[in-house]
């Protein structure tokens, strides 16, 4: 009743069953991490999508960037010895097979000075958190690597809230644009990012709304 009650303060009575059934089809979407088969629980895993948030990060598709993780993977080039280990020729061959072509001396490069870099000032991803004041000065250690900027250290940490206690980064502008767009309070965003980004990449961008995971509730879907 109280749930209840809180809804209908936020919304007109007549939206709070839509809103409702927003957030079950919301839940049922998988974030890219989960998609990926990673568990966030585990600090290896972390790593491993800390190199798919680098690659999402680009402007090229998620089918790209997926598909170019699942190569790295395929090759046990998912930790930071490994991609050292790798070098910069191998790296290019690898995200040229998932197809990441258009950026793919320039991610080489970037992947080798990430992996150089947090092995010699922290070790791994985990003492880098740990040295971390606070949310803001995690988000400016992970941006001091070359490379990495807001678009990627969101995408990183959005999925790490919850697990990482200082991971709590600002809602991206196409979250909240997205959340206004079908009606879900401000409130829930940060609980639903992922979510939400995925939802406008995939749906909203690509005119997809008679596909739209969201049903009915979906304001792009056409109705007969």
Request: charged share 25%; glycine share 6%; with cysteine.
């Amino acid at each position: 009743m109280l749930l209840r009650l809180t809804f209908k303060c936020e919304l007109p009575t007549n939206l709070w069953w839509c809103c409702l059934s927003v957030k079950q089809a919301l839940s049922k979407l998988p974030s890219y991490s989960q998609e990926l088969g990673l568990d966030l629980n585990r600090p290896a895993d972390r790593f491993k999508w800390f190199l798919a948030a680098i690659l999402f990060a680009k402007r090229i598709s998620a089918d790209i960037a997926k598909e170019t993780f699942w190569q790295f993977e395929q090759e046990e080039l998912t930790t930071p010895d490994a991609i050292l280990d790798a070098g910069w020729d191998r790296l290019v061959e690898v995200l040229d097979s998932g197809g990441y072509t258009r950026y793919d001396f320039s991610t080489a490069t970037t992947l080798l000075a990430i992996a150089k870099t947090l092995k010699e000032k922290y070790g791994n991803l985990e003492r880098l958190h740990a040295a971390s004041k606070n949310a803001v000065d995690l988000e400016d250690r992970l941006q001091e690597f070359k490379g990495v900027g807001p678009v990627g250290v969101n995408i990183f940490l959005r999925e790490l809230r919850g697990v990482w206690g200082k991971a709590n980064p600002k809602p991206s502008v196409m979250a909240v644009a997205t959340a206004q767009k079908i009606g879900l309070p401000l409130k829930d965003i940060e609980r639903f990012e992922s979510q939400l980004v995925r939802l406008n990449l995939e749906y909203c961008k690509r005119h997809r709304g008679s596909e739209c995971p969201l049903g009915d509730n979906c304001p792009d879907r056409t109705h007969g």
